[in-house]
Nanobody, 122 residues
C-alpha cells in the first residue's frame, strides 16, 4: 500500500492551496483518513481527519479555514486550505487506516505519505 501526496507549494498569506493524497495497493477498506503537519522544531500535529462515513474533525487553529473531504471510490483524501497564514507553514502528511487481507485474515494498518511542503510567505 502506498500513499502519494500532491499539491503543496509556496503561497502568499491569504491565499489557498489544495492538497491531495491517493492510496493504492492491496486495499479492502479505508477507515479514517487524515492530514497532519510538522513545522520546523515542532512535533507533528493533527490538522484534520475524516471517517469513511464523512464525519470530520479539525484542529482548532484551522477550523473554518480548512476543509477535509474524500473520494471513497478513488481512495483519495483532499485538504482545501483557505486564508492561509505564515504559521500554517509546515510539511503536511496524509495518513490512512487501511484494512487489507493478508496472513489469512483482515488486518488494519496505518500508512503515511511522504509529506509535501507548504510555505506561506510574502
Amino acid at each position: 500500500v502506498q500513499l502519494v501526496e500532491s499539491g503543496g507549494g509556496l503561497v502568499q498569506p491569504g491565499g489557498s492551496l489544495r492538497l491531495s493524497c491517493a492510496a493504492s495497493g492491496s486495499i479492502f477498506r479505508i477507515n479514517v483518513m487524515g492530514w497532519y503537519r510538522q513545522a520546523p522544531g515542532k512535533e507533528r500535529e493533527l490538522v484534520a481527519a475524516i471517517t469513511s462515513g464523512g464525519n470530520t474533525n479539525y484542529a482548532g487553529p484551522v477550523k473554518c479555514r480548512f476543509t477535509i473531504s474524500r473520494d471513497n471510490a478513488n481512495n483519495t483524501v483532499y485538504l482545501q486550505m483557505n486564508s492561509l497564514k505564515p504559521e500554517d507553514t509546515a510539511v503536511y502528511y496524509c495518513n490512512a487506516d487501511i484494512v487489507s487481507w493478508d496472513y489469512g485474515r483482515y488486518n488494519e494498518y496505518r500508512y503515511w505519505g511522504q509529506g509535501t511542503q507548504v510555505t506561506v510567505s510574502s
